[in-house]
C-alpha cells in the first residue's frame, strides 16, 4: 500500500513537471510569435492569423527571420511554429491561443506607456530651442499594486544612455524622464558650441566648404540624411579606435558596397537654426573634419541629401521626401561641386545596378535636379497606369 501511494505521488510530480515544462514552451512559442508579426486582427482567430502570416513568412526571405532559444535550450524558428499549430493537439492549441492573447495584452499596455511617455516628453522638448534626443530603446514593468510598478528601461538622452529600474507611477517615472532631459540640455549646447567652433576651423582650412554646406542645408526642412560615397571615406574621430566589423555590426551609419564605402549621417535643423549631423550628439563636432578629410582622400565624392517635408502625398498618404545629388572634387585647393539633373536621378535610382533593367520608383519622392527643376515619382505612377 505504501509502495503504490509513493508510485502515485511519483507519477503525479512528473505530470506536475510535464505541464510546467508544456506551459513555459508554449509561453515562448507567443513570445517570439509576438516578436515577429507585433499585433493581430481582434476580430479574427489569433491562431488562424499566425498560422497563415508564418506561412507567408516561410515563403518568404527565410534569411530575415530570426531564431529563439527557449531556457531548456530548444529553438524556437518560423517552420517550427507552423508545425506545432498544423499538428498539435486541441488543448495544446488553445493552451497557446491563451497565452498569445495574455501577452499581446501585456505588450499592447506596454506600447501605451511608450506613447503616453514619448507624447508628454515631446511636449516637454517645445520649450528648447534645440534638439535633445530622446528615444526609449527597451521598455517592460510589472505591477505589484494599482499605479505602483516596477519599471525597467533603456532609454537614450541627449548624447548618454540610461539602463536603469525604478519603482513608483508612470507619472513619476515621466518626470524622471524630464529631469535627466533638464540636465542633458546643459551638454547639447555645449556639443552644439564645439560643432559650430569646428565648422568655422574647417571652412577657413577649405575654401568653398561654406558654399556646399549652404547649398546642402537650404534644402533641409527639419530632418535630411546625408549620404556619401567614395573609395575610401574617413572614419569620425570618436569611431578611431573601432574595427570597420564592429562599426557594421552596430549599424553605426558605415557600409561597404562593393570596392566603395558609403556612409549616412542624420541631419537636424533646429529651431534656433542651428544644423546638425550625427544621430548621437557626440558625432555633431567630428562632422566637419571627417567630410574634409574624406574629400581629400577621393578624386570624387557622391552625395546624395534626402530631405524630408513636413507634407503629406495626397496620392500615396506617405510623407513626401526629396532626393537630390551631388559630385564633389577638389580644384586649385578648393571644393567644387556639381549638382545632378533630376533625370540623372531618376535613372539612378529606377534601374537596377547589377541586371540594368527598370525598377519601379519609391512612393512620394521628388526627383530634384538645380533650381526648380523636379520629376515626382507619383506623377510617374500615374502615367504608367494609364498606358497600362
Known amino acids: 500500500m505504501r509502495n503504490d501511494k509513493k508510485n502515485v505521488s511519483r507519477e503525479h510530480k512528473k505530470r506536475l513537471r510535464e505541464i510546467k515544462r508544456l506551459r513555459n514552451r508554449l509561453r515562448g512559442y507567443a513570445e517570439y510569435v509576438l516578436d515577429i508579426i507585433e499585433d493581430l486582427d481582434d476580430k479574427k482567430d489569433p491562431v488562424d492569423q499566425v498560422l497563415e502570416k508564418f506561412k507567408n513568412l516561410s515563403e518568404g526571405e527565410r534569411r530575415v527571420l530570426p531564431i529563439r532559444i527557449l531556457s531548456d535550450g530548444e529553438k524556437v524558428y518560423v517552420e517550427k511554429i507552423i508545425s506545432f499549430l498544423e499538428s498539435s493537439p486541441p488543448e495544446h492549441i488553445n493552451m497557446f491561443r491563451d497565452f498569445l492573447m495574455k501577452e499581446l495584452s501585456r505588450r499592447r499596455m506596454l506600447k501605451r506607456d511608450v506613447e503616453k511617455i514619448m507624447s508628454e516628453i515631446d511636449r516637454f522638448l517645445e520649450d528648447f530651442d534645440v534638439y535633445i534626443p530622446f528615444h526609449i530603446l527597451d521598455y517592460d514593468k510589472k505591477c505589484f499594486e494599482k499605479d505602483r510598478c516596477l519599471f525597467l528601461f533603456k532609454v537614450e538622452i541627449g548624447s548618454k544612455r540610461y539602463l536603469d529600474e525604478y519603482y513608483g507611477s508612470l507619472d513619476d517615472l515621466i518626470e524622471i524622464f524630464r529631469e535627466a532631459v533638464r540636465k542633458e540640455a546643459v551638454e547639447i549646447y555645449r556639443l552644439i558650441e564645439k560643432a559650430e567652433k569646428m565648422r ?36 569620425p574621430r570618436s569611431w578611431r579606435n573601432l574595427s570597420d566589423n564592429i562599426i557594421q555590426a552596430l549599424n553605426m551609419g558605415l557600409e561597404k558596397i562593393g570596392g566603395l564605402e558609403s556612409m549616412r549621417w542624420d541631419i537636424k535643423k533646429m529651431r534656433n537654426g542651428a544644423v546638425v549631423y550625427g544621430s548621437n550628439p557626440k558625432l555633431w563636432p567630428d562632422f566637419y573634419e571627417w567630410l574634409v578629410e574624406s574629400i581629400k582622400m577621393n578624386n570624387n565624392l557622391v552625395v546624395i541629401l534626402r530631405s524630408f517635408r513636413k507634407e503629406i502625398d495626397e496620392t500615396t498618404k506617405l510623407p513626401v521626401k526629396e532626393i537630390r545629388g551631388y559630385i564633389t572634387f577638389i580644384q586649385e585647393g578648393s ?9 540623372e536621378l531618376l535613372e539612378a535610382y529606377t534601374r537596377d545596378p547589377e541586371t540594368g533593367e527598370r525598377i519601379k520608383p519609391e512612393p512620394s519622392v521628388i526627383y530634384c535636379g538645380p533650381g526648380e527643376e523636379k520629376i515626382y515619382s507619383t506623377t510617374l505612377e500615374e502615367s504608367e497606369g494609364h498606358q497600362k
Open 200 to 235: 568655422r576651423i574647417f571652412m577657413k582650412r577649405l575654401r568653398g566648404l561654406k558654399d556646399f554646406l549652404e547649398e546642402i542645408e537650404s534644402h533641409v526642412y527639419e530632418n535630411a540624411i546625408f549620404s556619401v560615397l567614395g573609395d575610401r571615406l574617413a572614419r
Open 335 to 343: 571644393l567644387r561641386y556639381i549638382q545632378l539633373s533630376a533625370e
